[in-house]
């Protein structure tokens, strides 16, 4: 009985489905017939993409978004933009990390097209760019189309063309503007506070090499240039503690530096808290200044003030007659050249014996009469006291401190009682100070038997100084006779010439512009000794005394030069000084003029 129900049921056309497995069938076939539809719908995509009129979503040319244009509203927009359009050029450094492409005074990297003289074919851009969307396999052209993904590489260099000239200026232009000096550390002041200006590197564009990248117009596509520079650092930085150091010193004026013939700046006076310095230091950006509060000492003079008054002035000057042998003629010439040009800084001191030397043979010097231990000799050097004392009195109308001077043993002839500094190898030396704020400068001449020496300098007041000397006593000589059985009978020679001993005040005497007296001071006490005049006499024959010739009171009869280092010359007269009263010279009888 089963078999036969089995046999109808199939012929009624229908086979049992077993039992739980009824909607199998219809499931199948609905996704069977959803995957043909899908199918056909993304080929029919693919062949919409592949020939669409609109330029694809997502398309740019020279940075220019052309997505859903036709070409020929797409070559438009790109034409319109041309003016406009700039390349960006981005910087990295050696380490291949990025640089901030703005300079300090803010320029940023941007090139105009038209700077380069570019000639762009837009509609030539538009194709290579539609065409470059497009291409591809025709299965994989609705993915494309519907990720809207702008394809990499659109730019067409063949569709831009650059002016050589103007590429090659507008690249030297740009590599400047992105290219500057490292900046060290430096500092400066102004009224209770020091200014930092912290240190900041530098960088260095290759212009040549900019040139050739805008030439390759690879930057066509997105126009942007990735470019290497050089980072520059600063040759010195300095920390808060050692600007410090080098500002809490002692306050100098501004300088001059004879060997480079230069003047040198100033150094102030700051103290400050140096970790708050060093915190502002450190907050700060590079390159920029920021202001320390801080205790300022500031100089006189500086470097500025220099310009205009550096050795503008005559502060002092003296003139001597320079007379006696030639030898020692030469000897004044060779030390008084020793001393020309000499330049002293606020504050130096100027030792005669150091800068002169020792005077030597080897150097020129030549024997002249000079006294050693109240003897005539001749002796290497005689006669350089002469610029030593010419200079004493340039210094002292100048006005300058005097630290170190000794009168001579007798008084001498080429200058007036107590201007006189005498001076020899390893005794006394002449010092004196610059006690000006500004550099001053020695000045020697030799001309027509006379020795001048003028000092140099800044004189702001018009303030001048006149000597004036106060005779407190006088020695007079006396004769002594020697008998000489060497001499004939009545025969007289004089074996030493004498010197009336002198002691003295001298006074300096300061003057305004104007002429009022502003001060007068003691300045030194000079005390000269007595010498006796001794002639030898032939014993043989009897004669009545010789006569004694007495000098005058307050007369000078010289024959030889003064000091034992420096023996002047036989004929000279004695200088005068503006205020002194001149001495008189007396020959006695006998004594050579």
């Not at 070559?75 to 901030?100: H, N, R, S, T």
């Not at 109240?374 to 300058?400: F, H, K, M, W």
Request: proline share 7%.
């Amino acid at each position: 009985m089963e078999q036969i129900n089995e046999a109808v049921e199939k012929r009624a056309g229908g086979t049992r489905l077993k039992k739980g497995g009824g909607i199998g069938g219809p499931l199948l076939i609905a996704l069977g017939l959803t995957a043909v539809i899908a199918g056909g719908a993304y080929l029919g995509l693919c062949a919409y993409a592949l020939n669409s009129g609109a330029v694809w979503s997502g398309t740019h040319v020279l940075n220019q978004n052309i997505g859903g244009l036709t070409r020929e509203e797409a070559v438009q927009k790109v034409e319109a933009a041309l003016p406009d359009l700039q390349i960006g050029l981005q910087l990295y450094d050696a380490a291949g990390g990025p640089v901030d492409t703005a300079s300090p005074d803010g320029l940023s990297a941007s090139i105009p097209l038209s700077d380069l003289g570019a000639e762009v074919d837009a509609a030539a851009l538009v194709d290579y760019a539609d065409s470059s969307v497009r291409s591809g396999s025709f299965l994989t052209a609705g993915y494309r189309y519907l990720a809207a993904s702008a394809p990499r590489g659109l730019s067409s260099p063949d569709a831009v063309r650059l002016d050589a000239a103007k590429t090659a200026e507008t690249a030297r232009r740009v590599a400047g503007e992105l290219s500057w000096p490292a900046l060290n550390t430096e500092y400066g002041v102004e009224e209770n506070a020091l200014l930092v200006r912290t240190a900041m590197d530098g960088r260095s564009v290759d212009a040549e090499e900019l040139e050739e990248v805008l030439h390759s117009r690879a930057w066509v596509g997105t126009l942007t240039i990735s470019f290497p520079c050089e980072t520059l650092p600063p040759a010195r930085t300095m920390t808060a503690q050692e600007i410090h150091d080098a500002v809490s010193g002692e306050v100098k004026n501004a300088g001059y530096d004879i060997e480079k013939s230069a003047i040198t700046p100033e150094q102030v006076g700051a103290d400050f808290d140096v970790p708050a310095a060093q915190a502002l230091m450190d907050a700060a950006e590079p390159g920029s200044t920021v202001r320390v509060a801080a205790d300022i000492q500031l100089p006189a003079v500086t470097a500025e003030d220099l310009e205009e008054l550096l050795f503008r002035d005559v502060l002092g000057e003296a003139r001597t007659h320079v007379s006696g042998t030639a030898a020692r003629i030469s000897n004044v010439k060779l030390a008084s050249a020793a001393f020309n040009g000499v330049v002293l800084n606020s504050g130096d001191v100027f030792s005669y014996n150091e800068t002169v030397g020792q005077r030597t043979a080897a150097k020129g010097y030549k024997p002249a009469p000079a006294y050693v231990q109240g003897e005539t000799v001749d002796e290497i050097g005689g006669g350089v006291c002469q610029p030593s004392s010419t200079l004493y009195l340039a210094c002292l109308r100048a006005n300058l401190e005097i630290t170190e001077r000794y009168a001579h043993r007798y008084v001498p002839t080429y200058i007036g009682k107590g201007m006189d500094a005498t001076v020899s190898w390893g005794g006394p030396d002449y010092k004196f100070t610059n006690n000006t704020d500004y550099p001053i400068k020695i000045e020697t001449v030799y001309e027509k038997g006379y020795l001048t020496v003028r000092i140099l300098g800044t004189n702001l007041d018009g303030t001048y100084v006149k000597m004036t000397y106060e005779q407190l006593s006088s020695t007079p000589f006396e004769v002594v006779y020697e008998d000489d059985p060497a001499l004939a009978p009545g025969e007289e020679v004089v074996k030493v010439t004498p010197y009336t001993g002198y002691k003295g005040r001298t006074y300096r005497n300061v003057y305004a512009a104007d002429g009022s007296l502003i001060s007068s001071e003691y300045e030194d006490t000079s005390d000269y000794k007595v010498r006796n005049r001794v002639i030898l006499r032939g014993p043989a024959v009897e004669q009545p005394p010789a006569p004694v010739v007495n000098p005058i009171p307050g007369d000078i009869t010289v024959d030889f030069p003064p000091a034992e280092t420096d023996p002047g010359a036989l004929t000279d007269p004695p200088l005068e000084d503006p205020g002194m009263t001149p001495p008189i010279i007396v020959l006695p009888e006998g004594v050579i003029g």
